[in-house]
C-alpha cells in the first residue's frame, strides 16, 4: 500500500513540476496555452517540431528551464516504474489491502483525482500565483526593466504566439483586425523568413505562420489566441469589444 501512496505522490510532484516549468516559460514570452505544451512536451520527452526547437534554443532562459524540465521528467518516470513495480510485488498487507484489485481500484481513483486537480480551474489560477510569485522572488525570470512599465504582474501579458490558417488573424491587415478596440496590441510580426516587423502598420498583413508578439491582458490574448475564423470570429472580437468598453464605462463611474 506504500508504494502505491508513492506513485500517487510522484505524479503530484510531476504535475507541479510541469505547472511551474509552464509559468516559468510563459514569463519568458510564450503563450500560456504554447508555455503549456512545451512544458508538458520536455517534461515527458515527447520532443519538439523544428520551428518550436528554435523558439527554445534561441532563448537561454528558456534553454535552461526545458534542460530542467527533461532532467526531472527522466528521474519521474523512474521512480513511477519502480514504486509501481514495489506496489504489484511487495509483501501483502492485512485484511481488504491485501487484495489486488482493491489496490487498483485505489490506484486509478487516485489518478482520477490527480486529473481532476490538474485541470481545475480554481486549483489552476491559484498555483500559478504562487508559482509565479516564487518564480519572481527566487529567479531572476522577471528581471527585465518593461516587467514593471507594461503592468505584466497586474494580468497584462506579452505574449508570442504562432498564427495559423484558419485563424481569425490570418490573412488580414492590422486596420481590418481592429485589435485596440479590444485592447489588445501587436508590438511586433516575425515573418517565416526571419524578417522582423516592429510596431507594424495598419496597413501590415498577418499571414499564416508569422510569429506575433502581442500585448494586452492574459485572458484576452488567450481567447484572441484560440479565435477562429469565421462570423464566430468576428462575434467573438465584438463581444470582446463590448467588454472593454462596459469595463471603461464602470470605472469612468466609479
Request: proline share 2%.
Amino acid at each position: 500500500m506504500i508504494a502505491l501512496v508513492a506513485v500517487l505522490m510522484v505524479l503530484s510532484i510531476s504535475l507541479l513540476i510541469v505547472r511551474v516549468g509552464s509559468i516559468a516559460l510563459t514569463m519568458t514570452g510564450l503563450s500560456p496555452q504554447m508555455a503549456r505544451f512545451q512544458s508538458r512536451s520536455a517534461y515527458f520527452g515527447v520532443g519538439f517540431t523544428t520551428s518550436e526547437s528554435e523558439k527554445i534554443l534561441a532563448n537561454p532562459v528558456r534553454r535552461e528551464i526545458v534542460l530542467a524540465l527533461m532532467l526531472l521528467g527522466n528521474a519521474g518516470f523512474i521512480s513511477v516504474i519502480f514504486s509501481l513495480v514495489l506496489a504489484l510485488l511487495d509483501a501483502p498487507d492485512e485484511g481488504i489491502f491485501s487484495e489486488s484489485w482493491f489496490r487498483l481500484l485505489f490506484l486509478f481513483a487516485g489518478i482520477c483525482m490527480l486529473y481532476v486537480v490538474s485541470y481545475s480551474k480554481w486549483i489552476d489560477r491559484w498555483v500559478s500565483l504562487v508559482v509565479a510569485w516564487a518564480l519572481r522572488k527566487w529567479t531572476r525570470l522577471e528581471a527585465q526593466d518593461y516587467s514593471e512599465m507594461l503592468h505584466l504582474a497586474h494580468h497584462f501579458s506579452v505574449v508570442e504566439f504562432p498564427v495559423q490558417e484558419g485563424d481569425w488573424l490570418a490573412n488580414r491587415t492590422l486596420m481590418d483586425l481592429r485589435l485596440g478596440d479590444e485592447g489588445v496590441m501587436i508590438l511586433g510580426i516575425e515573418r517565416t523568413d526571419g524578417a522582423y516587423i516592429g510596431a507594424p502598420k495598419g496597413s501590415v498583413v498577418i499571414n499564416p505562420g508569422d510569429d506575433l508578439i502581442v500585448y494586452g491582458k492574459s485572458k484576452m490574448l488567450l481567447a484572441l489566441e484560440r479565435r477562429r475564423a469565421g462570423e464566430q470570429g468576428d462575434e467573438q472580437h465584438q463581444k470582446a469589444v463590448t467588454t472593454k468598453k462596459t469595463i471603461e464605462i464602470l470605472a469612468d463611474k466609479s
